[in-house]
């Protein structure tokens, strides 16, 4: 029987909630404040093929029993590959399949069947999108094992970080669940990320742009904290720099090389900004306003259920570059989102001002109950949003006539 360090056994010994505000946003000296903390994986592992050695890298945990979390797609996609890769290494998981929806409810049934079955795991390999990443998060924290990460697609921040977004079986998002350890292994196969559907490495982008931008304000404000409650180091900020850096330098080059089918510098640049840059600096680094905003926009259902999360950060950014004055990193914000075909106006996101001025503002209303919202230094209220927003829209229009 497998036992955790309390001595307890099996599932169940990781059902406490872990709340890492209430280490790491205590005051170490007087009332000056949290420590300053890093939040990264143990290992990040980026490349073209890394997925074929999977089984060499498992060796350092060291995993002789994972469990394999992925969709069914993701099973016939690259199932076999992985098999193959842990069979040379004379390895054989036990394969699970998630069924879609990053839900207490799905996580506790794949516990539960890996606990019932007896598999003695000890990790969980998650491949696939941010749901089943988030998924895999879960289960190995239930089960008391280390998560490895395998992403089939660059488009979200869920790889390397320590927490999951959990929504209901519906669908509809419920909160973060936090856990105390970040990924083992985060293994990012190139040759995979770039044969996905491009619409996830754009909206990658849309979202890694913002960490920066969302860093700087967190790092600046002293109320401003991390993911974990605590101040920013310079080394998070310095991540998030790089990633809206590489994001502005690579993005546009980097799309054009997918598109003729080439893995080039570009590539594996973005794949990283996406990936371990935005996921270090958010997590690092603090969210704001334009996470905020992206959180709210999810109540309206059509923004919900047709666009994917970097798509409504993306314009969220531009928003919350025009609440912080920040005119001329708004225009440069924008041209680029319209370079690589983001979303920057409400017309591309389906919406009128007139016709849906209501749900506009019960969204930013939603936006102002997201805890990023508050990393301001001045105040929000859903009616400055929305007029940001507004503003944001017009910026958009006026550049595309110019
Ligand atoms: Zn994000």
Redesign the pocket.
């Known amino acids: 029987m497998k036992t955790d360090p309390n001595g307890s056994a099996g599932i169940g010994t990781n059902m406490e909630p872990f709340f890492p505000e209430r280490i790491f946003s205590v005051a170490t000296d007087g009332n000056q404040g949290s420590p300053r903390v890093l939040i990264s994986p143990h290992r990040y592992i980026q490349g073209k093929d890394v997925l074929d050695h999977l089984g060499r890298y498992l060796s350092i945990l060291p995993s002789r029993r994972p469990v394999a979390l992925m969709t069914e797609g993701s099973r016939q996609r690259i199932g076999a590959k992985i098999e193959a890769s842990l069979k040379q290494a004379g390895i054989e998981p036990r394969i699970e399949i998630f069924r879609g929806e990053c839900s207490y409810e799905e996580v506790e049934r794949i516990a539960g069947v890996v606990h019932q079955s007896g598999w003695a795991a000890d990790s969980v390999i998650a491949a696939g999108g941010g749901k089943c990443i988030d998924a895999g998060k879960c289960v190995g924290f239930r089960l008391g094992v280390p998560a490895v990460i395998c992403p089939t697609i660059a488009s979200?921040?869920a790889p390397c970080s320590a927490v999951s977004v959990m929504y209901t079986p519906e669908g509809v998002g419920i909160g973060p669940e936090f856990f105390p350890n970040s990924p083992a292994l985060v293994v990012v196969d190139t040759r995979l990320i770039a044969s996905s559907p491009i619409r996830h490495l754009i909206a990658g982008m849309g979202?890694a742009l913002?960490t920066f931008y969302e860093a700087r304000t967190c790092f600046r404000n002293p109320s401003g904290r991390n993911m974990v409650g605590a101040r920013i180091t310079i080394a998070a900020l310095a991540l998030a720099e790089l990633c809206a850096k590489t994001v502005f330098e690579d993005g546009r080059k980097a799309i054009e090389a997918v598109r003729r089918g080439e893995i080039d510098s570009s590539v594996e640049n973005i794949i990283e900004a996406n990936t371990l840059l935005?996921g270090v600096g958010?997590e690092s680094g603090g969210?704001s306003i334009a996470?905020a905003m992206?959180a709210g926009f999810t109540v309206i259902p059509t923004l919900h259920r047709d666009f994917l999360?970097?798509e409504l950060?993306g314009i969220g950014l531009v928003a919350q570059l025009i609440l912080e004055r920040e005119r001329d990193e708004a225009r440069k914000v924008l041209s680029f989102l319209k370079d690589v075909g983001l979303p920057t106006t409400l017309d591309q996101l389906q919406l009128n001002i007139q016709r849906d001025a209501n749900a506009l503002l019960e969204a930013m209303t939603a936006a102002m109950k997201s805890p990023f919202a508050n990393t301001e230094p001045f105040e929000v209220t859903p009616e400055s949003l929305f007029s940001a927003l507004i503003r944001a829209d017009q910026m958009a229009g006026e550049s595309v006539s110019r």
């Open positions: 979200t921040d979202d913002a935005s958010f969210l996470h992206a999360h970097g950060v």
